[in-house]
């Protein structure tokens, strides 16, 4: 592997403080694909729908018993 040189020289403090900047980078990540309604949330609204038809099969029973 090839040594690249450095245009910069480095300079070190013979007195004082040495002091170093850390400079924070943003660091970017796959986007995360989110389903638009959750597995529960499907699940819910499917007991939801089978709740509401077994009310109206009950519904048509009690006035055909009652005619």
Sequence with gaps: ???VKSIFREV????GQLSMEDVP????C????LPL????LEKLEKMQIEA??????????????VQ
């Design 25 to 28: 980078t943003m660091v970017l």
């Design 12 to 15: 070190l403090p013979k007195q």
């Design 37 to 40: 309604k959750s597995v529960t």
């Design 52 to 65: 509401q038809e077994a009310i109206k099969q009950q519904e048509l029973a009690m006035k055909k018993q």
């Design 1 to 3: 592997m090839p040594e």
């Design 30 to 33: 796959k986007p995360k694909l």
